[in-house]
């Protein structure tokens, strides 16, 4: 039941039993009014300042209130009688306060006959907002302790994942260099220069279509060159231009040479890209706890898209993915970072798509400016989060999967979460049965 404070009244009262400056004290920042289990005989009525109270418990001192100007301090040692403090209280600022003793006489306007029937409406008042202060007070206790666990346990898998990274850093390390050495044999050792070119191209710049851009190329070749369907099929993927591969409307070399020595290059492009970004997965996870981060200007954030599509290329043959990327400006940002967010929730997105073999998956990646944030969608098609777990996705190790085989940390969405938290973006998710929609914004500053 809430009580409603009669303001008249109250100001008859603090007019009354408050107005003698002879009886009222001043305290200085740090000063202590009352100390637990202490004799006290005072109501004290604060005038200007604020004043904290609390209690020491087995457990460690425990705030129990706060209050300021217009608050009563004191109200339980003096109503009860007992004349003991039960809480210690402090002036956390400068504070002016009057009060009564417990000898004060009763002065009284409705036949009032004790100083108990004058105050009760003040004090069950007091009583009232306190107890919604003492909520609030436990609100932030509850939050800010959750943080704290959470800065502890990103702190300890951080320390569980140094060893770890350090073995997969040599495994990397050999791939890499073992994957430079086999590039540099295949062009010393390529039998035809002609298609040495080709294979150059396709190290150099990989597969830069998506899987709508190569049909659209496709089409293109078929109404332009006499080609066969496989033909079409073959040079599309390349992404090498008309220049490059006719000669007055004729093929200047085979189609399945031209794929097969450009297809060779790719696949190293592939695992070079691939070594370099599991190298830095390891780095991440290793410092999950670590806030900063090496950054650069000029980076593409689209770029980053189409890379972590090339990366996850094998895995998403099966999907149609559609991108709607649009022109953004260059951003300073941890390209590899940005590499790994969008590998994560793309991975999460196939592993979603899996569980319903019957349906042809989709995903649709659209990136766009809106004034000054960055924003970038991801919506797959799959069945959708649990709902048991939708509020805990952002939580290690918790999983998506309610299907197969599934072990590991579920460090995914945590990692992604604190590299959108490090560029000061939000990521908001809204998921149904018809499948999961992601979007991330992030301010162009970063």
Not at 351 to 369: H, R, Y
Request: net charge positive; proline share 3%.
């Amino acid at each position: 039941m809430q009580v409603q404070r009669d303001e008249a009244y109250f100001q008859w009262l603090i007019r009354t039993y408050f107005s003698d400056p002879k009886r009222w004290i001043q305290l200085k920042k740090g000063d202590i009014l009352l100390e637990q289990g202490h004799y006290n005989n005072r109501l004290y009525y604060i005038r200007q300042g604020k004043m904290i109270g609390y209690m020491f418990t087995p457990e460690g001192q425990v705030e129990i209130l706060q209050a300021g100007p217009g608050a009563f301090v004191g109200i339980y040692s003096f109503f009860s009688k007992n004349f003991t403090s039960v809480a210690t209280v402090e002036a956390i600022e400068d504070c002016e306060l009057a009060y009564i003793n417990s000898n004060q006489q009763v002065i009284s306007t409705r036949g009032e006959c004790s100083l108990e029937q004058q105050f009760m409406p003040m004090v069950m008042s007091d009583l009232l907002r306190r107890q919604q202060e003492l909520q609030r007070l436990n609100q932030e206790r509850a939050q800010t302790l959750k943080k704290l666990l959470d800065q502890q346990r990103l702190a300890s898998l951080g320390q569980m994942a140094a060893g770890i990274a350090h073995e997969l850093n040599n495994a990397v390390a050999v791939l890499s260099r073992n994957t430079s050495w086999l590039v540099e044999q295949l062009q010393l050792l390529c039998g035809d220069p002609t298609f040495l070119p080709f294979f150059e191209l396709g190290l150099n710049k990989g597969r830069i279509y998506s899987s709508r851009e190569v049909r659209a190329r496709k089409k293109q070749l078929l109404e332009h060159f006499q080609l066969t369907d496989k033909e079409a099929d073959l040079l599309a993927q390349t992404g090498l231009s008309d220049d490059v591969l006719f000669d007055n409307g004729k093929l200047k070399f085979p189609a399945e040479n031209v794929y097969r020595y450009w297809e060779l290059g790719a696949t190293f492009y592939d695992m070079l890209v691939a070594a370099d970004q599991t190298s830095h997965v390891v780095h991440s996870i290793r410092t999950l706890g670590i806030q900063h981060s090496q950054r650069q200007p000029g980076v593409n954030l689209n770029e980053t898209i189409k890379e972590t599509i090339t990366l996850l290329r094998h895995r998403l043959r099966d999907i149609q993915v559609d991108l709607n990327l649009h022109s953004l400006p260059p951003v300073e940002a941890n390209k590899g970072e940005l590499i790994q967010l969008w590998m994560n929730l793309l991975q999460n997105a196939i592993e979603a798509i899996k569980q319903v073999p019957d349906k042809k998956g989709q995903i649709k990646i659209t990136s766009k400016l809106s004034k000054d944030l960055i924003k970038v969608e991801i919506r797959d098609n799959g069945p959708g989060i649990p709902d048991e777990i939708k509020n805990k996705i952002f939580q290690p190790n918790v999983t998506t999967k309610v299907s197969g085989l599934s072990f590991g940390l579920g460090l995914g969405l945590t990692i992604v979460q604190r590299i959108v938290t490090n560029y000061n973006g939000t990521i908001d998710v809204t998921s149904s049965k018809k499948g999961t929609y992601f979007t991330i914004k992030i301010p162009i500053g970063g």
